[in-house]
């Protein structure tokens, strides 16, 4: 199967270049991260990450065939030859298809990414109902692997300002979430012309996620929220 | 030394996001309206048009258009220049001469339907 990856080492090349590969898949190489495996094997100064390889981690997003994607639940069979593997859009490279994410987790905290309850704590849990635990579905299941983050323009053109939409769809998990008492200071932190409303809802993020959810809606439901406090 | 702080956190957004919606959907129901007048009349005469801008309602609705327009286009392109134009000086030159170019839109619009 053949491969053209991009490859970039700072220490050595004055810029990214693409470095082809020829290899023969054995039966049990079925995702492309198995192919990567592979072709690591025989050019040992490949560098990737990966860890879970089952899509839970979300180390090995990569922009693969110009789409961004786990390579570990990509699979070989469905790609179209010269798979081309890039590092993912519009971050810094670090080596090969490793890219430095600082700007896309600086965002992501930005939000405060945690409940924040000034209540005394309860002795076991905070409980939440069937109805309230519903409205955290498909927001909770990000795993920050930064595909729709680094799909979109508006990140790629502002990083420093605009939150992205994995840091916005984390931002409304947290709006959502009935035990959480910061609505408004969440709201305020996000009512920006730079930090929530560089969406114009292309919705790339939507379709590259490699879980599926739907980052635009989220961001559309912050929206509305903000509108609903001021109308 | 050059402050290099990126200071964010202007407060505003909701209002612009709601006015970009409301003038679009002023601009959708105007643009049919004017579509259903040509499908009556089939052939327009320069005379059947200056009948239906004679009527006070009609050029009210058209300004009301036209403001919708140029709102629309000012954030439609307040955001673009956001989006490329980096340093701020030129950013708040573009903004400012977009700004002023709508205006005068605005004036001749009004100058154009209230003329005979």
Known sequence: MKFQILRFDPDVDQKPYFKEYDIALEPSDRM????????????????????????????????????????????????????????????????????????????YHSITPYVINNDPAPEKERLQSPQDRLELDGLYECILCACCSTSCPSFWWNPDKFVGPAGLLAAYRFIADSRDQATNDRLDNLEDP???FRC????????????????????GKIKEMMVKRAV | ?????????????????????????????????????????????????????????VRILSLLFFFAVFYHAWIGVRDVLMDYIKPFFIRLSLQVAVCLFLIVCSIWTVSILWSN
């Open chain 1, 32 to 107: 492309l991260l198995d192919a990567l495996i592979r072709i690591k094997s025989i050019d040992d100064t490949l560098a990737l990450r990966r860890s879970c390889r089952e899509g839970v981690c979300g180390s090995d997003a990569m922009n693969i065939n110009g789409k961004n994607g786990l390579a570990c639940i990509t699979k070989v069979s469905e790609l179209k030859e010269p798979v081309v593997l890039k590092p993912l859009p519009g971050l810094p490279i670090i080596r090969d298809l490793i890219v430095d994410m600082t700007q896309f987790f600086q965002q």
């Open chain 1, 200 to 219: 114009h809802t292309i919705m790339n993020c939507v379709d590259v996620c490699p879980k599926g959810l739907n980052p635009s809606l989220a961001i």
């Open chain 2, 1 to 57: 030394m050059k402050n290099s702080k990126q200071p964010v956190g202007a407060h505003y957004g909701w209002k612009d996001w709601m006015i970009q919606r409301v003038t679009a959907a002023v601009m959708l129901v105007y643009s049919v309206l004017i579509l259903g007048f040509f499908l009556v009349h089939g052939t327009v005469a320069f005379a059947d048009w200056k009948q239906l801008f004679q009527s006070q309602l």
């Open chain 1, 194 to 196: 730079y930090r929530l």
